[in-house]
C-alpha cells in the first residue's frame, strides 16, 4: 500500500474515528477525544504511513524533530493512542507493534466521509445522476446557512423538492453535529482565557544535600531569555523569582503571588556529565499541569534539553511564532557547555548587585569568552557587569565604560539584533557618552526587538528624564518595567526616582514606600524617600531615612553625602562637616564620586565649591551630571549663569 505523503490535503476515517490535521482534531462518532499534542502526532503519522512499519526511530522523528527523546516517550504515546482507539489486550485492529522494529497502523483508512459518501449516494438513488446528486449536496450546504428551520409549503408539495429538502436536512444535520464537536473541542482544549504572563522558578535539586545555586539559577535564567523573544507573552525575568528556592515551594501559590498565568518549575540533578531535568508547565488559574517531561541526558546537550523545553511551553501556550521568533527561541549563543557554566556563575554573581560579586562576573564571563570567542550574550554580561561598577560608583568610569562599549559593540558584531547588548549600549550613551539621540534610538531598537526586556525601559526612563525632561514618557517606561517586574527594588526605586524628578513626591512616596516592603535594605529606596521627604520639607523623616541607608551601606559615599546635606540644611553645619570629613576618609580608602562632594557644597550654599567639584565630575564623566537639569535638590545652583555653561558641555540644554 502506498504510503500517504504529508503534501496530501484532508481527513482521515476509520472505524467510527475521523482524523483531521487541519484543526489537529480526533472525533469518535462526533465526540472530541482529547490528545496530547504529541499522541497528536504519533497517531497522524502512523495514520499517514498506514500499512508499512514504521521505524522508532523513524517515528521519533516525525513526531520529536530536532529533539532527542527516549524510546519510553513512544512508547506511553502509542499505549495511550491503544486506549482511547478502544484496543485491549491482543486486539489489534488499528496500531500493531512489530517486535525490535517499531509501530504500524493497520485499519482500513478512508478520505471520504462516509456521512457525506451515503448522502451523495441516496441523492443520487433518488435523482439518477451524479450531478444531480453534488448539485444537491451543494445546494444544501448553501441553502442551510439561510433558509428558514420551517420549510415553505411549496418544498413539502412537490416531490422532486421534497428530496432536496431532506439533502438540505442531512446536511444541517451533519454541519450541526461536526460544528458542536469542534465546539466541544475548542471549550475543553483552549484555556478559558488566553496566557499571556509566566514565571520560570528556579529548578530545585533532586537530592537536597547536592543544591548547586548557580546550575538551579542558571538554567531558570537562560529559559527566561530565551522566552522572553515571545512577544505575545510577558516572562518575568530572574530578578521576579529569584527568592523562590525553597525546595517544598508551592508552584501554584507562587504563581499567584507573582501574578502570572502560567509556571514553569523543574528538577534538575548533575552526576558527572550527566544531567536530568524534569520540567513541568503549570496552569495558575486550576493548578493543573499542562505537560510534564523529563529528560535524561550528557551535560553537553543540556542545549537540547533547553531548546526542547522552551519549544514546549511556546507551543502549549498557543503562540504563533514568527519565523525570528522561532529562530530566537532555539538559539543557544554557544554550543561549548563549559562555556556555558563559566557564563552562568558570571550571571549569578552580577544578580548579587554588589561590588565584590560585580568583579567576579567579569573574571567569570572572561573566563566564557576565553572558551567561546563568539559567545555574544557572554559580551553583553561583562558589558554590564562594567557599566554596573560605574554607575553604582564601585569603579572610576573612564576605567570601565570603555571596556562596557568595546564588550557590547562585540556582542552586536556577532549578533546584530541582540537586544540586551542595544540596551546597555543605550545606558553607556546616556550615562557616560552623552550622545543622548544615539542612545534614544539604541533604548528604541532593543524595545522593538524584545518588548518586554525591563531593563530597557528602566533605562530608557532615565534618558528621557535627563535629555528634555519628557517626564510622561519617563513614568511610562518605568511603570512599564515595574511591570514587567513587580517585585524587583531596582525598578520599584527606578520609578520612585522618575517620580521625585518629576516632582511628584507624594507619589514617589507611595511606590518607595511599597518598594522597602518588599526589600528593606535597597539602599537606593531609602535614598530616593529621602529626597522626597526632603522636597517637601520634611526633614527630620528625610534624615531617619538617610541613616537607615548609611546603617545598611556604611561605605556608600551618596548616602553620606545627602546626610550631610541634610544637617546643613537644617541649620547644623557643625554635623554637615563632620559627614565632609567621612567622605574625605572614605575617598582616602578608595574611590568616591566627586559629586558626592557637590552634594554637600550645596547643602552648605558653598556654590564656587559646588563648580570646582563639578569640574571635577566633568573630567570623570560622572553619570550624575545627566541629572543636574531636572533634580529638584540643585534648584539653588541652576540660578547660576556657569550652571547652563556646564549643561553645553554635557550636551544637554538648561
Known sequence: MTPITHKEEGAYWFDAFHLDPTRRLLLKEGQVVQLTPKAFETLLALVRNRGRVMEKDELMQAVWPDTIVEETNLAHNVSTLRKLLGQKGADNRFIVTVPGRGYSFVGEVSKESPASTSLGAFVEEQEGGTGLAVEHVQQALEVSVLAPIDPPVELIAKPRLRLRFSAVLAATVLIGVIGAAYLIWVLRAAPSTPIQSVAVLPFKPLVANQRDEVLEMGIADTLITRLSSLKQITVLPISAVRGYTALDQDPVGAGRELAVQALLEGSIQRAGDKIRITARLVNIADGKPLWTRQFDERWTDIFAVQDAISRRVAGDLMVTLTGEERTELGRNYTTDPDAYQLYLIGRYHWNKRSGEGMRKSVEFFQQAIEKDRNYALAYVGLADAYATLSSYHMSPPGEVVPRAREAAERALNIDPNLAEAHATLGRLFTDYYWEFERAEREFQQAIELKPNYSNAHQWYSSLLIARMGRFDEAVREATRAL??????????????????????????????????????????????????????????????????????????????????????????????????????????????????????????????????????????????????????????VRLDPRFALLMRRVGLEQ
Not at 548 to 557: D, E, L, T
Open 483 to 636: 511591570e514587567l517586574d513587580q517585585y524587583s527594588p531596582a525598578l520599584g526605586t527606578q520609578l520612585g526616582l522618575v517620580l521625585y524628578r518629576a516632582r511628584r513626591y507624594d507619589q514617589g512616596i507611595a511606590v518607595l514606600q511599597k518598594t522597602l516592603e518588599i526589600e528593606p535594605n535597597h539602599v537606593p529606596a531609602h535614598y530616593y524617600l529621602g529626597l522626597c521627604y526632603l522636597m517637601l520639607e520634611r526633614r527630620d523623616e528625610a534624615l531617619a531615612e538617610f541613616q537607615k541607608g548609611h546603617a545598611i551601606a556604611p561605605n556608600a559615599s551618596d548616602i553620606v553625602a545627602l546626610i550631610g546635606y541634610t544637617y546643613a540644611q537644617a541649620g547644623n553645619r557643625d554635623e554637615a562637616r563632620r559627614y565632609q570629613r567621612e567622605l574625605n576618609e572614605l575617598a582616602a580608602r578608595g574611590y568616591v564620586s566627586p559629586f558626592s562632594q557637590v552634594v554637600i557644597h550645596t547643602g552648605l550654599g558653598e556654590i564656587d565649591e559646588v563648580f570646582k567639584w563639578l569640574e571635577k565630575a566633568l573630567e570623570v564623566r560622572d553619570s550624575y551630571l545627566r541629572s543636574l537639569n531636572t533634580d529638584p535638590l540643585f534648584d539653588r
